[in-house]
């Protein structure tokens, strides 16, 4: 193998690499598409790429493009549909190359007026198990007026590896979202269970007040005293889970900072004493920062329901292999390993599916009588 060729395989499978790893990054599809892209143009030498992924609707769901600056695509309106060559890619399983694509049978003349006019064009269909869901489009070669094998070769491979890393990253983004929808319908059970509880004894215990209003003052005004208790009661449930609705600001306060505000938040509203110690302010990453929050407050939400406890330490902690979060409590304890403790508490097994998905450990000690403690590791990345 010559020493050129070599050198554009090493490209090849450094361009898989970085979107293998963008993927396990827990980067979003766009931005791992993104990548892809941009490795394909420089991979092939060419001087615009585009990566489209169909819509099912004759349209594309997504459509990147590299090579083009932001005023150039702005100026050429909205997202193509798959008519000509972009259509055919989609329908074939093979690549297709010409020196002028406008010589291809399904060339229609349909570009932009603002679009430039291309000749040199090297087509590659991304195949998953289930069929070709998107291609790449490479124009323009700058060194020769035709794309070559080897050119052909390269994105070939890359665009079976792409395969893999658009079915990952869009099954992770599925996840994502099934988790968003999971915290949300456990949020709403909460409000449900607790909330409506609550206006449920208020109005019971209006109705007595007012029955009692004339025949007996003193019996109304300890029913009204018990109104005016489950009505703070209520407003501060909602409070509690108004705030875990809220989006969190990790960006702007980062993970040390929001869980400061939401360690505060609980203390306030439940009156529980915590110890929070931060002991080198783990480095950024929000992908994994709203996980380990989220694992925060759904423990100290344990201690506060189902503990009774008294006091909580709070410990996060950074160092160069990752971050450790501890929370303890004094409480009454259970038996982790209880049978069908998962279905009354499913607070537990969506702490650790949160773990699980930024390569941590999650461990939970408890004993009757004995506390909690729940114990979170994850590393860099």
Do not use: C
């Not at 080897?150 to 491979?157: N, P, V």
């Not at 509880?197 to 003193?218: H, I, M, N, Y």
Request: net charge negative; glycine share 8%; hydrophobic share 45%.
């Amino acid at each position: 193998m010559d020493e050129r060729l070599n050198d554009q395989l090493n490209h090849a499978l450094t361009a898989v690499s970085d979107a293998v790893l963008a993927v396990a990054a827990g980067l979003s599809v766009d931005e791992v598409l993104q990548r892809l892209v941009d490795s394909a143009r420089v991979l092939a030498g060419a001087r615009f790429a585009a990566l489209g992924l169909p819509d099912g609707e004759g349209g594309f769901r997504r459509f990147l493009t590299s090579g083009m600056d932001d005023e150039l695509i702005a100026s050429l309106g909205p997202l193509p549909r798959q008519h000509g060559v972009l259509g055919a890619m989609l329908d074939a399983q093979s690549s297709y190359r010409t020196n002028d694509i406008h010589e291809h049978p399904e060339f229609r003349g349909w570009w932009p007026e603002a679009h430039p006019d291309m000749r040199s064009f090297l087509g590659v269909p991304i195949v998953a198990a289930d069929g070709v869901i998107g291609a790449f489009y490479l124009t323009e070669k700058l060194t020769a007026p035709d794309f070559s094998d080897e050119d052909d070769d390269l994105i070939g491979l890359l665009a079976a590896h792409a395969a893999i890393a658009i079915t990952n990253a869009r099954l992770q983004e599925q996840a994502r979202e099934l988790s968003v929808v999971a915290e949300r319908n456990r949020l709403a059970l909460e409000l449900h269970d607790a909330v409506s509880q609550k206006l449920f004894g208020l109005v019971l215990s209006a109705e007595a007040a007012g029955t009692l209003l004339d025949r007996d003052p003193a019996a109304a005004r300890g029913q009204v005293e018990r109104l005016q208790a489950l009505a703070q009661g209520a407003l501060e449930e909602l409070r509690s889970l108004v705030f875990e609705l809220r989006p969190l600001d990790l960006a702007l306060d980062g993970l040390a900072g929001a869980l400061r505000k939401h360690v505060g938040l609980v203390v306030r509203l439940e009156g529980l004493e915590i110890e929070l110690t931060i002991e080198n302010e783990p480095a950024a990453e929000p992908a994994r920062e709203l996980e380990v929050l989220r694992i925060a407050q759904e423990a100290l939400q344990n201690a506060v329901k189902h503990s009774h406890a008294s006091h909580v330490t709070v410990v996060l902690r950074g160092d160069d292999s990752g971050l450790l979060l501890e929370i303890a409590d004094d409480g009454v304890g259970f038996d982790p390993v209880a049978e069908g403790i998962r279905s009354r508490r499913l607070g537990l097994t969506s702490m650790e599916e949160r773990a699980q998905r930024i390569g941590g450990t999650l461990e939970i000690r408890s004993a009757k009588g004995d506390g909690t403690t729940v114990r979170l590791e994850a590393p860099v990345g």
